[in-house]
Every structure is written in structure tokens, then in C-alpha cells.
């Protein structure tokens, strides 16, 4: 049945829409924005609501295979259609890692089983994320993977990412990179700094991020290879960036929601939900970082979903892994500290949740063009809600956002043109689907 979804205030920064009107989904495409619903449609009323292109989470660890414990594919994209996502990108540190076409496939069976969001997978860069060969690209871009990183760990061979550039170019792929020198960081728990110092634990130089990243901007700028930098947390990063886009290398870059909200005075607390890698910075890198999103240095938000079961985030802070689950609090989080703050308008955060992570990624989505995939994101903006550990749909609760109260909410996620996805005021809690 054509679905018509009515009245909501259309934002797609694919073509400079922002217009409240009816946008209509047939056979599993976009059919028409700005008719009128016709008799016979499933109607679906946006009234007051933000109508966008469905969100793309290009930076997100679902765990499976291997590490089940944490998260599978079927949770991981479960929790990614309740934060309002149509797509995510997936990464290769699995066990084993996405360094093969048979793991490639794997994936993609299970998110098809899965039947949630759409998964598109990331492959490693490295042999067994190793660092020292380079996995067969071709056969893994052949097989699907949309773009290669060994995130959770660097590569720090130059000479070997110089190679991967190379390969890349070939398929017109980018090379994700988590930029860190890891005899800067070893053994470290914590950002480097005053709060380090009093809390006596050994921290992260901002130079692990800052000589990586020039590495790479080197390397990519040698190659004419597409750079894309993973979680970009310091001011020195950021200027690289910015002055690389200047020159006319081929960079883009992401910042994570937690790196533009939280500071490393958080650990005071000692609780590991925020321990991360890169770590938590001071408020000058958070405003550096601000101030990239702003002027466009940084061109994407990703949540760099890391889920690890509740036992290992109990374990000392020295002991405890790094990261912390988002997919469930990215879009509310960047509402309440970004947009009603008038950091950045709802377009902006639409092109950086959807139509630029598509692009950066070669997919045929983040637009809401006649004839694109119904991949459709409702947004209540004026949704006020509390994080609760219990209402997560991701197997691991490890959030530093728990007990906050936000404001926005995604209410109603379409893929494929078929809702996957629905918020339910009556019971506090969404539903899945009224197909099931
Ligand atoms: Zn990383
Ligand atoms: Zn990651």
C-alpha cells in the first residue's frame, strides 16, 4: 500500500528543501514530494514533526562475530532503528575481523536475516588488523565492503597505508583511519592533562591523534587518495583538517557526539562509560571541535557505537575496555546541546547524519529525490524523554548519558519504504512495526 506522509516539515539537504508538504512512498521509493495524499494511502501524520532523509550511522561496532556477549547484528541495528537510523556502516574489529569475503558475506546474511536498518560493511585495512600486510582489498570491495579501516587500532606503517591508498584510489574508496601513535598512549586511560595529573592516571597526548593525522593527510595528499578521519577529538586535528581541505587534499571527517559534549572532568567520577578511545578531551578541544562542525571542517557526526557488556565496564577504570554505546542517544544528544543551543540548524545536522556520510561512502542514499530509496527518518524535535539503562535496545548498556534528560527524538523510521520503526506515547517505549 502507498504510504503518504503528511504535513511534516521536509528537510533534505540534497536539494535544498526545507518546506513543510506531503512526501509520498510507493513500491519502496520516494514517488512524489509536495502532492497530496490520494484515497486508498496509509497515511502517516508528521504534523510538528522533521521529515528527513533517513540517518546514516557511518561509525558503529556491532560486535558480531565473535563477541556476541556485547552486541549482535540483529540488537545492534535493532537499537540503530530506534535512534533513528535507516543505515549504518559497520566495523571490521570482529573476531574474526572483516579482513575476508566469507566475513563480508557473513554480515551481510545476518543483517538481512536481521531485517532491521540496512548494514553496509567496513573491512579492515590489515591482514587480521595486524598492521604490518595489507588484506586483499580488491576481492573485499568486490564483495561489497564500502570502504576499509583497522579502527580500534591504527596503522601506523606508513609505507603500508601509502599502499592502501593506492588500492583504494582504484575502487574509488576511502580509507577510514583511527588516527593514534600508540607509543604515545600505551598503557594510558585517560586525555593527558590537569585532570590526569590529580586523578593520578597516566593520559593520551593530544600529539597521538595530531602526528597520525598529519601522517595520513601527508599520505593522502602524495596519493590523491580519500582520506576519512575516525573521531576526530583535538583542536590540532581539526586545523590539519581544515588546512588540508584548504590545499585541496581529499579529506572528510567525523566527530562523535560524546567528544562535542563531554569533557575529561567526567572521569572524575571514576566511572568507565567514559573511558573511550581517543579519550574524553579538555573544553578547548571540545570547542575546537565545535567550531570544525560549524565551518564544515568536519563534515560528518557518528557515534562510534562500541557496546561492552555491563561486567567489563565494571572492572577498574585501568582495567575496564574503552568506549560507550550511541546509537540510541546520538540524534537526541545532538538536539538538545547543538541545535537548541543554535549551534547548528537541523539541516546541517541532516547533512551530517545523512546525505554526507552517504556521500562520503558512495551510497545511493541520504537524499529524499524522486526515484531514491523510502528511506525515511521522522524527527519530533520537541520530544522530551529521560535515558534509561533498561529502555536501551542494544544488548550493552555502557552510556554516559544515562539520567539525562534530552529534548528530540526520532518517532518513526522508514526503510525500503516499509516502518520499521514507531514511538508509542501511550506505553513510553516504541513498538516495532505494525507489519509484525
Ligand atoms: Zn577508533
Ligand atoms: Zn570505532
Known sequence: MPISIIHGRVIDPSQQLDRVCNL??????????????????DIFDATGKIVAP?????????????REEDETIQTGTLAALHGGF???????????????????????????????????????????????????????????????TDDGSPVEDAELTRRAFEYC????????????????TNGAVMHEGKVALQLGLRGMSVAAEDVMVAQDITLAGITG??????????EGAVGLIRRAKSRGIRVT???????????????????????????????DHVDACIEGLRDGTIDVIASDHAPHATEKKMRELDQAPFGI??????????????????ILDWSAVIAKMSTNPARILGLAKGTLQVGADADVTVIDPEKRWTVRAEDFHSKSKNSPYIGWELTGKAVAVFVGGQRKMSWND???????????
Not at 99 to 128: P, Y
Open 426 to 436: 501511550q506505553s513510553n517505549q516504541s513498538l516495532r512495526s505494525y507489519e509484525q
Open 169 to 184: 584510489l582504484m575502487f574509488d574508496k576511502p580509507l577510514l583511519s583511527h588516527a593514534e601513535v600508540t607509543s604515545l
Open 86 to 148: 535507516t543505515s549504518v556502516a559497520c566495523c571490521p574489529n570482529t573476531v574474526p575481523p572483516i579482513d575476508s569475503q566469507a566475513t563480508v558475506e557473513f554480515v551481510q546474511q545476518q543483517a538481512l536475516r536481521g531485517g532491521n536498518c540496512n548494514v553496509f560493511v567496513l573491512c579492515c585495512i590489515s591482514k587480521n588488523r595486524e598492521g604490518k600486510e595489507l588484506a586483499e582489498l580488491g576481492q573485499l570491495f568486490e564483495s561489497g565492503a564500502v570502504a576499509c
Open 225 to 234: 587518495g580519500r582520506l576519512h578521519v575516525m573521531h576526530v577529538s583535538t
Open 253 to 283: 571527517a567525523e566527530v562523535t557526539p560524546h567528544h562535542l559534549t563531554l569533557t575529561d572532568e567526567s572521569l572524575k567520577t571514576y566511572n568507565a562509560n567514559f573511558k573511550m578511545s581517543p579519550p574524553l578531551r579538555s573544553q
Open 24 to 41: 509520498r512512498i510507493e513500491a519502496g521509493k520516494i514517488t512524489e514530494i509536495g502532492g497530496e495524499a490520494r484515497e486508498g494511502d
Open 54 to 66: 533517513g540517518l546514516i550511522d557511518m561509525h558503529v561496532h556491532l560486535r558480531e562475530p565473535g
Open 325 to 342: 554505546i550511541g546509537l540510541e542517544t546520538m540524534l537526541p544528544v545532538v538536539s538538545t546541546k547543538l541545535v537548541r543551543t543554535g
